[in-house]
């Protein structure tokens, strides 16, 4: 097995550094007593009034907008777990996501009174971890075809060995 680079180490030293950082981002608004909207009821409503007589359809309501900043908070959750897996452990950082989502509302629903734990929660969070992690591997995918251009071109004599283009 080849070693890793020191770039590509760093990339990885890099990428789990920001993975925890994260999840203690992730740990500390679901895991707080009480919930980020706590207070915003009548400026939310406000907004929703004002959003629905502008042509808004009435659907976006408080629950979807809950719902989808569900999705949206766990996107970087699959996104740098699914970075920071191997190609053939992708797959873990959705589980991750998943496990991480069912903790969460599990510690929410045992002992925080102050927060609602709820099965759509756990469901909207691991939609986001799938996006993310789906993303992920879409740009790992990208880099290996590149990577793998670059080293034909190397082989054929088409660029340097450093992967510039070579000047004839």
């Not at 939310?44 to 502008?54: E, G, V, Y």
């Not at 969070?125 to 789906?134: K, S």
């Amino acid at each position: 097995m080849a070693r890793a680079t020191y770039a590509g180490a760093f990339r990885v030293r890099f990428v789990a550094a920001l993975t925890v950082m994260y999840l203690i981002v992730v740990l500390l608004v679901t895991l707080w007593p009480t919930t980020v909207d706590s207070g915003m009821a009548p400026y939310i409503d406000r907004l929703l009034a004002k959003l629905w007589s502008k042509g808004i359809p009435t659907f976006v309501d408080y629950g979807f907008i809950e719902f989808s900043a569900n999705i949206v908070f766990f996107v970087p959750v699959g996104f740098l777990l699914g970075l920071l897996f191997s190609y053939r452990f992708w797959w873990l950082a959705i589980v991750g996501g998943g496990l991480l989502s069912v903790g969460v509302e599990t510690a929410q629903g045992l002992f925080l009174t102050g927060r609602v734990s709820s099965p759509a929660d756990v469901v909207a969070n691991t939609t986001g971890a799938i996006v993310g992690c789906l993303v992920a591997v879409a740009m790992r995918m990208l880099i290996l075809h590149r990577d793998t251009l670059v080293i034909r071109d190397v082989a054929e004599g088409r660029r340097a060995s450093n992967g510039l283009p070579v000047h004839q």
